[in-house]
């Protein structure tokens, strides 16, 4: 493509030059070498072009996508942030610096992440036309009372919970599925031209372990109990925010209550099943949004990466 030489980082690549990449072509810089052989400038005009591109088919403006800086970003857990504020994505720098120790194809999925998060905040603010009443209200439900992740001075059990809690808003749970699905579109692609898809599978398979992990600890941790005094907090926040809106007999949790109705995700031989079950939920609901449903795709994830294992949740 470019005659990349990993043993000679810093090859630039200007906007331009990624503008004329196919979509084959620019997924594959998100693999371990062609990764390391780009310099800091490349790296983040990669990242850009993945955001422009998705921003093309979202219908909404191309957000900058801006190194992350301060104590936060310190976290290795902290891959990146959208901020409403600014009007822009930021990326930990670790995936700009250095070797690829850090997944360049954690980066590729963090942008997709973000930049849902972008087309959240267009339908909430500027064109509730894209998805359904009941959609656009859950994903306002954050802007009314938002829980942030975890407490690093909080007991590890409090910590969790926390975690969990953030995890189950809508906005994080739609953002979340809807990375994992777009990267298994890639996976999906750069396997059927026989394309190195090593990179692309591990940070699938990483993805739906996170996933399974997030719904283990719901099944393991969460009550049917609490997870109705949470939504009776959060909808009290939203009649205080949002004074004229009909609230009706919203539910925000309903992906955790489904959660606590299925099988323990520890006991499956194939928690991807179950993991699918939940994002096909959540698909059913988006009935306006610029989607193509996974289930009609050949086959879902579950079958394509059947030999996943996720014993240690």
């Known amino acids: 493509m470019f005659g990349f030489n990993k043993n000679k980082p810093g090859v630039m690549l200007d906007p331009a030059a990624l503008a004329r990449l196919s979509d084959t072509q620019l997924h594959l810089l998100f693999t371990r070498d062609k990764w390391a052989a780009l310099g800091r ?59 690829a120790h850090h997944r360049p194809a954690a980066a590729l999925e963090t942008i997709l992440h973000e930049g849902r998060h972008a087309l959240q905040e267009d339908a909430v603010s500027r064109r509730p036309e894209l998805v359904a009443e009941q959609v656009l209200n859950e994903w306002r439900s954050s802007r009314a009372l938002y829980f942030g ?47 190195d898809t090593r990179d692309i599978r591990a940070q699938l398979e990483q993805s739906y372990a996170m996933e399974a992990r997030f719904i283990d600890r719901i099944q393991k941790l969460l009550t049917a109990q609490e997870i109705d005094a949470l939504e009776k907090m959060v909808l009290e926040a939203m009649a205080r925010r949002f004074p004229k809106m009909e609230l009706g007999n919203l539910r925000l ?61």
């Open 41 to 99: 400038e490349s790296r983040l005009a990669a990242l850009q072009e993945v955001e422009n591109r998705r921003a093309k088919l979202d219908g909404r403006q191309p957000l900058p996508i801006l190194e992350g800086a301060g104590a936060e970003f310190e976290s290795p857990h902290l891959y990146g942030v959208y901020a409403r504020e600014d009007n822009a994505i930021y990326i930990n720098p670790r995936f700009l610096k250095g070797s």
């Open 149 to 195: 992740s975890a407490d690093s001075s909080a007991p590890p059990l409090i910590q969790l919970k926390l975690m969990t809690v953030y995890q189950m808003q809508s906005i994080e749970i739609d953002a979340r599925r809807f990375a994992r699905r777009e990267l298994f579109r890639i996976y999906s692609s750069l396997k059927a031209q026989g394309q």
């Open 253 to 313: 949790f309903d992906h955790a209550r489904m959660a606590l109705t299925l099988p323990p995700i520890c006991t499956l031989e194939n928690p991807l099943q179950l993991i699918d079950e939940l994002d096909r939920y959540e698909e059913k609901k988006l009935d306006r949004v610029n989607e193509e449903p996974l289930n009609q795709l050949e086959d879902r994830p579950c079958s394509r990466i059947a030999s996943l294992k996720l014993n240690r949740l």
